[in-house]
Every structure is written in structure tokens, then in C-alpha cells.
């Protein structure tokens, strides 16, 4: 019989990829890196003149992403050839206009200026210009880029996948100790059960002797509501099923974050009413380890998808 496999499955919301692309005359970069959120926020930039883009970047990137703060950015160029500065006809007539005043009121008030170089106008604002980098059809480089953007969004998921397993591991751990604490506070409750029946069998016949005519029978229920009250079976019984339960998601493929923020906060409120209800040093001192521990894992879920 093949064993069920009980390897942790989580997946981080930490991560980062790039990926260098080429085609259709340009060069590109996508990077993709997020951290923890409580929902999927995504901020895009991305160059403009590129029809469709980027609703289709935000539908893959929903497709390949839970939860986090992801940022994505695409460095866009295109490849050195033909399209290189060149002249702008109505830069370089507003350019040659104000050289020719220039040079006419200089005259006129008798000044005289060193002759004009051709190197001399190409520096002002205006006269050349680079060549467009818009394409008269995108399409072909809308879906390299795409392309590319699959591979990135696959190698971010299996860096966010390592680190998921990781952490899954420290969280399995945390779990066992939670499982230690848990199953030593219910020897501990068990260990007490003849002290305080003890206890309380001494305080119904103290109240008696103090007071003869009292109904035994009232005293007697008073103290067992008590004791009902003093016993933390039922939190160590709730302890253990959340337990099986955070184990449970571990080996869930799918985004448990949210389901186990939830459970850790159950796990604290057994925890504190365990140290509530513990009337004894070991039990208090047994809800407080396990406190701490459930706090511990609380910080290692918030990464989780």
C-alpha cells in the first residue's frame, strides 16, 4: 500500500524572477517579485504603445498568483539599427528662424557673432528626434512578450514553491511541539484530577462544620460547578483537532494562508483559556510555552499564500 504523501505543500508570498527576452526589433527585462499581503495586489509597469498588454499581463498574473503584493515591471527597447536620431523638419525651420534673428538684431546693434557651425544647431532642443519605437501591428512582440512572461511567472512560482516547502517544514515542527505541549498539559490535568477532587472534598467539609445547617447538597453542587469549570479537557480535545487540522493544510496544493491565520487564532484562544482554567504551576507553565509556540508559528503563517 502506498503511504499518502505528507510533505509540506505551502507556497511562500516572498519571491523574485527575470527573464532577458529579444525579438521583433526590441529587447526586453520582466521582472516579477512580491511580498506577504492579506489579498493579491498587483502594480504593473509596463511601456506604453503596446495594444492589449496589460489586462492580459494582469489575467496571467491572477492565474499564477493567490495572494501578496506582487509588482511587475517590463524594460522595453528597441535594437540599435536603422532608427536612429534623425532631423525633425519644423524643430529644425523654429531652430534655423531664431538663429537668422538672432543673427540680424546682432547686426543691427553692431555686434558681431562668430559664424554658426551646423554642430552648433543639431544641439538645440528640437532639431532631431529618435526614431518611434510604436509598431504599425504589436501583436508579434505583444505575444514574445507573453511568452516570456509564462516563463518568468514559472520560475517566480518555483522560487516562491522552495521557500514554501521551507517554511512548511518550520511550521511541521512548530506543530510537533504545539502536539508535545498539548499532550504533556493533558498528563498534567489527568495527574491533578485526585488533588483537586481532594481539594474540594476538604472545602465541602470545611463549609460544614462552619456552618451546620447548611443544605450539604447545594454546597455539594456549587463545588462541582466548580470543578466543571476548572477542567480543560475540552481545550486540550479542541487543542488536538486543530492540530490534525494545520497538519491537514500542510499537505493542501491549494492557498491555505487565509484558513490558517484563521486555525492559529483558535489555537491562541484554547491556549489562553487553558492558562485561565490550569489552577496549577505546571499547567500555567505549560499554556505559556504553548503560547509562545503558537505565536512563533503565527509569524511563519503570515508568509504563506
Do not use: Y
Not at 512572461?149 to 522552495?162: E, K, Y
Amino acid at each position: 500500500m502506498v503511504k499518502p504523501d505528507t510533505s509540506p505543500r505551502t507556497i511562500s508570498m516572498t519571491g523574485f524572477a527575470s527573464l532577458r527576452g529579444a525579438g521583433q526589433d526590441h529587447d526586453w527585462m520582466w521582472e516579477v517579485r512580491s511580498v506577504n499581503g492579506k489579498g493579491l495586489d498587483l502594480r504593473l509597469r509596463l511601456p506604453d504603445g503596446i495594444d492589449g498588454l496589460e489586462p492580459l499581463v494582469r489575467a496571467a498574473v491572477g492565474q499564477a498568483v493567490a495572494r501578496g503584493n506582487v509588482s511587475v515591471n517590463l524594460k522595453l527597447g528597441r535594437i540599435a539599427g536603422d532608427e536612429g536620431p534623425r532631423l525633425s523638419g519644423p524643430g529644425l525651420a523654429a531652430a534655423l528662424a531664431a538663429v537668422t534673428r538672432i543673427e540680424t538684431e546682432a547686426l543691427a546693434r553692431g555686434i558681431v557673432l562668430a559664424p554658426t557651425r551646423a554642430s552648433d544647431i543639431l544641439t538645440l532642443r528640437g532639431v532631431t528626434e529618435q526614431g518611434s519605437t510604436d509598431l504599425p501591428d504589436t501583436g508579434p512582440l505583444r505575444a514574445a512578450l507573453l511568452a516570456d512572461l509564462t516563463t518568468v511567472l514559472a520560475d517566480f512560482n518555483a522560487v516562491r514553491a522552495a521557500e514554501g516547502a521551507a517554511l512548511g517544514a518550520v511550521i511541521a515542527g512548530q506543530l510537533d511541539r504545539i502536539a508535545a505541549l498539548t499532550a504533556a498539559a493533558k498528563d498534567a490535568a489527568e495527574a491533578r484530577r485526585p488533588e483537586v477532587a481532594a481539594a474540594l472534598t476538604t472545602a465541602l467539609a470545611r463549609v460544614l462544620d462552619a456552618a451546620p445547617g447548611t443544605d450539604s447538597g447545594r454546597i455539594a453542587q456549587e463545588l462541582a460547578m466548580l470543578a466543571v469549570k476548572a477542567d480543560v479537557t475540552e481545550e486540550i480535545d479542541r487543542l488536538g483537532a486543530h492540530i490534525a487540522a494545520a497538519r491537514a493544510l500542510l499537505t493542501d496544493s491549494a492557498p491555505v494562508g487565509r484558513k490558517f491565520d484563521f486555525l492559529s487564532q483558535e489555537f491562541t484562544r484554547e491556549a489562553n483559556t487553558l492558562c485561565s482554567k490550569s489552577g496549577s504551576t505546571t499547567l500555567t507553565a505549560l499554556g505559556l510555552d504553548l503560547k509562545h509556540t503558537i505565536d512563533q508559528m503565527r509569524e511563519q503563517i503570515q508568509n504563506v499564500e
